[in-house]
């Protein structure tokens, strides 16, 4: 029998050198768990629509406040936030368990790890979901060379974020202005138009002064949900999570092995239809890399923050998609 009042606890785990602070539903009927992985610059709250709905289906599901983030620990090297760290952690989720196998899904950064997973450990991933960041194959160079070769002196937010302590200073400077103008502008139907030419100018801005100030929050989002972000990026800064992006480099180098892998589990994508991220990574990028590929779900109306602009159709999405693995035999 489900529960039809699932609660979800938040509690430590020890996983790979660090300790993790994560939501869990403490229970399950259906077997397989289910772990979420958030990105940048989100925690585990991003999952507060998801957490409840798939408890509710069933499943134990579980998502961490990832490392660098929240209440998690926040190590000091940078090359402690590389792909093999990261995935290691998720890993250890499992672990922690007792499960040999889970159904990972990741939005944004989180994304990126959860398709890393499933290419490093595929034993260990009965399925896999990307949201808002598709799978992206491994490129013939590390990936911040490849823009500087590109861009050249141009502005460019990932190649702004290598440099040390700039952009922490920047986003740490006025967090409230951070989370308002980066949840506000996850979408391309915005009020203000956002100039390319203006976002790429080497003009001496940083990232955030960039981004428009809204006139209001998002339907989706309420200040009550604002300010919990607030608080917590107040308290932590943002250098771990900024100190993903300074390991793109370095995970090109620890992918070698994986470089003509691509996802061989049961996977999905889902974005909004309104992402502006999807201009630069369309999901067309991973034809031909996806085995057991079950569809690209864009969700009408939502912009880049999908599961928390639109939960109803994401959680249905999910769902569906955990249930059609829990029921098909295994290959």
Do not use: C
Request: hydrophobic share 40%; net charge negative; glycine share 10%.
């Amino acid at each position: 029998m489900v529960d039809p009042t699932p609660h979800i606890n938040r509690r430590p785990i020890a996983t790979n050198g660090v300790r993790l602070s994560v939501m869990d539903s403490m229970s399950g009927y259906k077997g397989l768990p289910i772990i979420l992985a958030h990105g940048f610059p989100e925690l585990s709250y991003s999952w507060r629509h998801q957490l409840p709905a798939i408890a509710h289906a069933g499943y134990r599901v579980l998502a961490p406040d990832q490392r660098g983030y929240g209440a998690s620990d926040r190590p000091e090297r940078v090359e402690d936030y590389d792909i093999v760290e990261l995935t290691n952690d998720l890993l250890g989720i499992l672990d922690d368990l007792g499960e040999e196998r889970g159904i990972f899904v990741g939005h944004d950064w989180g994304s990126m790890v959860v398709w890393s997973l499933a290419q490093l450990a595929p034993e260990r991933v009965a399925g896999v979901v990307g949201m808002s960041v598709p799978f992206i194959p491994r490129g013939p160079m590390p990936p911040m060379r490849m823009l500087r070769e590109l861009l050249g002196d141009a502005f460019f937010y990932m190649l702004y974020f290598q440099e040390p302590e700039i952009a922490d200073r920047e986003l740490g400077g006025d967090t409230a202005r951070t989370m308002r103008r980066f949840l506000a502008a996850g979408s391309l139907e915005e009020g203000v138009e956002i100039d390319p030419v203006d976002m790429f100018a080497n003009d001496g801005r940083g990232f955030i002064d960039r981004m428009p100030e809204p006139d209001g929050l998002p339907a989706w989002l309420e200040q009550a949900e604002l300010d919990h972000y607030i608080t917590e990026f107040t308290r932590t800064g943002f250098t771990g999570g900024i100190n993903w992006y300074r390991n793109f480099d370095r995970n090109w180098g620890l992918t070698e092995s994986v470089a003509d892998r691509g996802v061989d589990v049961p996977s999905m994508f889902i974005g909004g239809s309104l992402d502006p991220v999807l201009l630069m990574t369309p999901p067309s990028g991973m034809d031909g890399w996806m085995t057991h590929y079950h569809g690209t779900v864009l969700v009408p109306g939502a912009g880049h923050w999908v599961q928390q602009e639109k939960p109803d159709p994401v959680n249905e999405a999910l769902i569906n998609f955990f249930e059609m693995i829990r029921t098909t035999k295994p290959r």
